[in-house]
């Protein structure tokens, strides 16, 4: 009786079309897919995450550049920034005087993961994230990206938003979408009815 050896199958990032385009076409790192779940692109190699709702995410996209990668899931927003943006985040919010105030601005840096967007022009299942400013294939990603001047600028010196030259850079959109985050978190507060003992 003759023992059949099944063929090798293919490693799944040649099998997943989702996986294989960001590889492929960006050089983004994915995580190893589950079944089920959606793919899941590696987080602080070659940018963080941040998220925040899409009401403040809206209002933030004017200190995101037009080459800026950003998708949408649901009410959330992402903003791609630079790799090592969200180990900044805490001290910024706390230099912009936003520090212990209660925010849905949060950030996805190294070790961390996001949902990959379905790319562009593909069809996607409801509910999964959708580029709203997709990567350009082919380009590097890294100079788009929102990012602080100079890291020794935080905690000390001048203020690094006051170059206009900067006017696209990590502190004013963190600035920016903190305003924001707060002011979503006000309405919804003020459309609570109130509850009284």
């Given at each position: 009786m003759a023992i059949t050896v099944p063929p090798p199958r293919a490693p799944a990032e040649q099998s997943d079309p989702v996986r294989q385009w960001y590889a492929n076409e960006l050089g983004w790192a994915t995580a190893e897919r589950?079944?089920?779940l959606p793919v899941q692109l590696l987080t602080g190699l070659r940018f963080d995450v941040l998220q925040l709702p899409a009401e403040a995410g809206f209002a933030a996209l004017r200190h995101v550049g037009p080459k800026a990668p950003v998708a949408l899931r649901g009410d959330s927003m992402?903003?791609?920034?630079?790799?090592?943006?969200a180990d900044e985040l805490p001290g910024l919010l706390d230099w912009l005087e936003w520090?212990?105030?209660p925010l849905?601005?949060?950030a996805v840096g190294?070790?961390?993961l996001t949902d990959a967007p379905t790319?562009?022009?593909?069809?996607?299942?409801q509910g999964a994230a959708v580029w709203l400013r997709p990567p350009e294939p082919g380009c590097e990603v890294e100079p788009t990206l929102p990012a602080l001047p100079s890291l020794s600028c935080v905690g000390g010196g001048t203020a690094p938003h006051s170059d206009p030259a900067v006017g696209s850079g990590l502190v004013r959109l963190v600035d920016t979408a903190a305003t924001q985050c707060h002011r979503v978190r006000l309405r919804r507060t003020r459309r609570q009815p109130?509850?009284?003992s």
């Open positions: 589950r079944p089920g992402r903003l791609f920034v630079a790799a090592g943006s520090g212990g105030i849905d601005l949060t190294a070790g961390g790319p562009p022009g593909w069809s996607g299942s109130l509850a009284f």
